[in-house]
């Protein structure tokens, strides 16, 4: 009595305890045979513990038993059948994942250690596995989020029962399915699955050519960021491939020099060498345009690094896209400039992303060109609009005067000029003199503060010093009084003594000489 399941880790087969747990391996066996563990996850998954499965949801909250689908909600659960002699002490031991006391339904676990023994009495031990022990170990060792849920999704593809001892009840046809359910992956769900190959584009691949791919899929992402941003009117727009862009030119080179240099490879169609707009000063780049695009491939082979007005000259495949414009309002986004004339584009080359262009000789450096020619045409009015009126006789004395009164204009705005550097010269002596004033006075405020800080600091010193010689000289006074006082007192005791002495002394000379009178007398 056994079951292979079929994971997308590998197979895994289960022996049942039929005789010990027959109402536990009946439903387990029907709902295999019914398929209601087809795509399951292993949605609990805790090392080194168990991992469970066995409900749809793929939540731990859902799954009903084979009698809660023959015969309704009333016999949803069915009973524990806890043994004695059925213990948690090896690993694949399978056994129901109930909530409580007689609360099983179709979730199992499979346990990931030996000697779990903090989970018997509790489950039902229903089977074990004797094959696919390894299948175990690799699920032990995925990575979960915090609520144990394996990062990539592990689930059970298919289950076949090698051997059912018991009956199929009735009505249990009903929901055996003609064929085996197809895998649809929900839309909620957004976790690869384990034995998804996550590198198949790559597979057979060298590191260069996975290098180019990731280049392009980078240079992709930046144009649609900078079509998004308006920079560009396409992300699927193209440079030019029969144009070159030269740099490190001399300041002093022309187009027309470049253009002979570059026509030892082809036609050239336009030469343009990039100025700045203020000064009209050379910006040291160029772009040269060939009519196709095999003669631009063999200026970019021969002219690279070769000496033109005595620099070394770099020559690229041109990236500019300037010529392109975003206009929002019509549908001309590119500027047309020939050396016959200006032209347009209708709606088709417009929708055309592989249409390039001819763009004539202007247009690369990022400047409107029709800004720019209105801005010469204008320039152009004016320098023929004064070459008429100074070479016209009867304006030679109001030129004269103009250049006279300009001349005096020139000479009061110099000595305007001058009074102002004079009063701002005399500005900046006034306020060094204030600052060295300030400086000084802060520098004598700052010694008298020393001197008065030194002096009373002296003052202190002198004044603990007299207070510590008046506490002397109190001590030494008392200390003298003390002394006399004993000296006193002692010499008061003595004469005492000797006084007491003395008047026995004399007393008894008395006694002894009225004795010998008394003697006489007789």
Do not use: W
Request: glycine share 4%.
């Amino acid at each position: 009595m056994s079951v292979l399941i079929e994971t997308n880790l590998g197979d895994i087969v289960i022996d049942l305890n039929t005789e010990e747990c027959p109402i536990t391996c009946k439903n387990f066996l029907k709902l295999c045979k019914i398929k209601y563990y087809n795509f399951c996850l292993f949605y609990n998954v805790q090392k080194d513990f168990l991992v469970e499965c066995g409900d749809p949801s793929n939540t731990g909250k859902g799954g009903e038993s084979i009698y809660g689908l023959l015969y309704g909600n009333e016999a949803k659960y069915f009973q524990d059948e806890i043994k004695k002699s059925l213990r948690h002490n090896e690993i694949g031991t399978v056994a129901m994942a109930n909530t409580s006391k007689d609360k099983n339904d179709s979730k199992f676990y499979i346990t990931l250690k030996s000697d779990l023994n903090e989970l018997n009495d509790k489950h039902t031990i229903f089977g074990r596995v004797v094959e696919g022990i390894e299948i175990l170990n690799k699920i032990n060792s995925t990575f979960s989020d915090n609520n144990n849920r394996p990062l990539q999704n592990i689930r059970i593809l298919h289950t076949i029962i090698l051997d059912d001892p018991f009956p199929d009840p009735n009505g249990l046809s009903e929901h055996i399915p003609n064929l085996s359910p197809k895998f649809i992956k929900q839309p909620t769900d957004d976790r690869f699955e384990i034995d998804e190959d996550l590198d198949k584009e790559n597979r057979g691949k060298t590191k260069e050519e996975i290098s180019e791919i990731i280049d392009e899929k980078d240079a992709k992402s930046r144009s649609e960021l900078l079509e998004m941003i308006g920079v560009l009117p396409s992300a699927d727009i193209r440079p030019p491939d029969h144009v070159l862009f030269v740099c490190k030119l001399n300041p002093l080179t022309e187009a027309e020099d470049l253009e002979l240099v570059f026509s030892q490879c082809g036609t050239v169609k336009s030469c343009e060498v990039v100025r700045d707009k203020v000064t009209n000063d050379s910006l040291c780049y160029a772009f040269v345009e060939y009519s196709s695009k095999e003669e631009c491939e063999k200026a970019y082979l021969k002219m690279e690094n070769i000496l033109i007005d005595e620099r070394r000259i770099h020559v690229d495949f041109c990236q500019s896209v300037a010529k392109v414009r975003n206009n929002q309002n019509s549908l001309k986004n590119f500027l047309t400039r020939s050396k016959g004339g200006s032209g347009g584009l209708d709606r088709k080359h417009i929708l055309n992303k592989n249409y390039q262009q001819e763009s004539g000789t202007k247009g690369y450096n990022y400047v409107d060109d029709d800004d720019r020619n209105f801005k010469k045409q204008k320039n152009n009015e004016k320098d023929s609009r004064e070459r008429d009126m100074i070479s016209s006789p009867e304006n030679d004395n109001r030129h004269k005067d103009r250049n006279h009164n300009r001349s005096y204009d020139r000479d009061k705005r110099n000595r305007d000029d001058e009074r102002d550097r004079d009063r701002d010269r005399d500005r900046d002596r006034d306020r060094d003199r204030d600052r060295d004033r300030d400086r000084d006075r802060d520098r004598d405020r700052d010694r008298d503060g020393d001197r008065d800080g030194e002096r009373d600091r002296y003052s202190d010193r002198d004044r603990e010093k007299d207070r510590y010689s008046d506490k002397d000289r109190d001590r030494e006074r008392d200390r003298y009084s003390d002394r006399d006082r004993d000296r006193d007192r002692y010499n008061d005791r003595d004469r005492d003594r000797y006084s007491d002495r003395d008047r026995d002394r004399y007393s008894d000379r008395d006694n002894d000489r009225n004795r010998e009178k008394n003697r006489y007398r007789r």
